[in-house]
């Protein structure tokens, strides 16, 4: 499939309904719990929710949300958007540079999901900042997942090695201007928007960072 097609039809709703039966019910599971764990962190604070509160909530048993989140922090970090970036930037136009494929990429997807996902979006990314245990969860995750992702569809694109050094660098540099425009958009209280502050990123770095005398 093109990325014009991909710009017609595949949506993220279109993605999700090309799941096979079983992984729209998973997901179904998946995104009640995150949505009850998320009214409940707002209600009563992320500390004082526990585990089995919200399991409770979304009407499944503790060991099916432990299955689904091994961790509470996993309830905030964790997303259901990669497998659809990734058939996007996949769906690229070849002569596109690996930065320009992203922000292509970005630029398809990003509105659509920012539109879609606005308030769930800020409330995960104020947990983010602001409670250690899930920062800290959220950098491993970044480090162990994101990074890998992004090696390996790039390594694909350039036909390097996902190891090679200055694939590893590059992945660092994009993962490094995602999380900045992720806190730039926190820190504007909703003045500053997601897709723009993303591109405004990837554009500097595309344009190798230039900052002037």
């Known amino acids: ?21 079983r992984e729209r019910k998973k997901r179904r599971t998946r995104m009640a719990l995150q949505n009850q764990a998320l009214r409940l962190f707002s209600e009563q604070g992320y500390e004082a929710t526990t585990m089995e509160q ?14 689904y989140f091994p961790t509470k922090e996993d309830l905030v970090i964790q997303d259901e958007y990669d497998p659809f970036m990734l058939e996007l930037f996949r769906a690229q136009p070849p002569e596109l540079s690996p930065i320009e494929a ?6 398809e997807a990003l509105p659509h999901l920012y539109e879609r996902d606005r308030a769930q979006l800020t409330a995960r990314i104020q947990l983010m900042a602001t409670v250690p245990s899930i920062k800290s969860r ?55 928007e997601l897709p723009e502050l993303v591109d405004r990123n990837l554009k500097f770095l595309a344009a190798g960072c230039p900052l002037g005398a």
């Open 138 to 192: 959220f950098f491993n995750a970044m480090r162990g997942n994101t990074l890998a992702v992004i090696d390996q569809v790039i390594a694909e694109r350039v036909g390097r090695d996902p190891k090679d050094p200055e694939v590893e660098c590059f992945a660092w540099a994009v993962t490094g201007s995602l999380y900045a425009a992720m806190f730039s958009w926190l820190e504007s209280d909703g003045e500053l």
């Open 1 to 21: 499939m093109s990325a014009e097609d991909l710009k017609q039809a595949a949506t993220f709703s279109d993605h999700l309904e090309r799941l096979p039966l």
């Open 54 to 67: 919200i399991a409770a909530a979304a009407e499944v048993s503790a060991s099916t949300a432990f299955r």
């Open 102 to 107: 992203l922000r292509s990429m970005f630029g």
